[in-house]
């Protein structure tokens, strides 16, 4: 098997040969660090590339296989990480000058579970600055571009995991959410990502952005890995507050592909304004399928939900200027001036003012409860166009989150207001290639359903088998 | 009116030192908030106050 062969396995897959020892994790890591060091110029999906380090794991998983030990499907698995997470002994910026060279000393709560299963830690992905975006362009470390089209947006804040994935760098990635992080950049780079409930991965760890909306979240080119990836972190945290007490993972055995009589609801009246007409199509293709299948689509009305994104962005500008006030007195010069007057911006709303929001949440959050009493799953394209090109700055992912009315950016970003499950899977393509995604969310705790369904579309459809063009070219190359 | 809320709001970011051009570029921002928080306040009318922990389902 080539190199190339390697890095275009799926986490599955993998796990399987490495398991059987028809492959190495030494031959896997080498292939994803060969892969990497080929495209990273381009894609400068990376912070910090942890050759050594991985070389060293990958050596100690083959060891262990040697022995008989096996920990799991992730033992000798190249995995990335973005630096939002603290790595023992490798730096870890936030995408941030303020800490360009801090190395902590201890591992998150992520990291020390991918350890423990035995995954390799290639490296620390871009993102911007401190996950305060949704383009990856904001970064002291400079923007990350979109393997499909190096012109145009990762999505944010994941943007670095998001676009490893899609290039084939590692089978799996990890990243976190506040507003949009996991599926947007997940819809933008055409993988499938997931947001779990709140508090079913801890945070331990890492940067907080908004302590009462931070997601951990999965990437991987498959359902079927998101479940395996999420399988070896999910689990009760007491270090994290948000922690919730849970039976042991196994979203991977209970995959399947079950989907007749599930209800998906369709927000239809966000739909009519503003969304790109192949991203709509794809879309309702999508549907089609899932209706096939099976499944009860129908139209539900959610009024409340177009408060939702500026109930976010109001939460999360409050919440997160709060939680750098030290850095912004001591060291405001060395955030990006985006981000810097986006977090001071935050210090300006009063007490009285964030409490008046959260009162508005509360009343979203229990229209959502009613709905879920109707519908097991809502639907909707993840985003409401294509990946924006790179030159429209930081502002042109198209959020107009002040902007009442039923505008795309509330359906982005009420499941990780609310701490609903949600994913972000491959639906379609527009004329030039570029990705579209489906957004699945179920309601509280109904992460295996919202994966199970995201699992049979993807069983009847090729939108999860596609790959950028810049790794076509790549192939042209093999070893 | 507007200019004592805005001052207000900037008397919230003592401390951090902020250029002209931030500091515009915030006020364009206060009034994004002010536009949203009227909306929310008459959204929020009769909602309880929040005395939740921190997970939003619960």
Redesign the interface.
Known sequence: MTRSDLCELGLVDLARQIESRLVSSTEVVEAALARLDRLEGQLNAFITVAHEQAREAARQADEELARGVYRGPLHGVPVSVKDLFFTAGLRTTGGSGILADWVPDEDSALVERLRAAGAVILGKTNLDEFGHGGTSTVSHFGPVHNPWNLERIAGGSSGGSTAAVAAGIGPLSYGTETGSSVRRPSAYCGVSGFKPTFGLVSRYGSFRGAWSMDHVGVFARSVEDVAMGLDAVAGYDPRDPASVRQSEPSYTRRLDLHVRGVRIGVLRRFLDEGVDPSVLSAFEVALRTLSAAGAEVVDVDIPELKYAAMTSMLTSAAESGANNVRWLRERPDDYQLEIKRRLAGGLGITASEYLTVQRARYRIREALRAAFETVDLLANPTTSRVAPLISLGPRGNGDQTYRLGYTHSSLLRFPSLLGLPGCSIPCGANAEGLPIGMQLVGRWFADQRVLNVAFAYQQATEWGVRKPRLIQITDLHRE | MASERVA???A??E????SQA?LE??VA??E??D???R???A??EG????SLP????M
Do not use: H, K, T
């Not at chain 2, 909602?47 to 929040?50: G, K, N, R």
């Open positions: 207000r709001r900037l919230l970011l401390g951090v030192s902020l931030d570029s915030i921002e206060f994004d908030f536009r949203a928080l909306e929310l306040e959204f929020a909602v309880p106050w929040p921190v997970q939003p389902y």
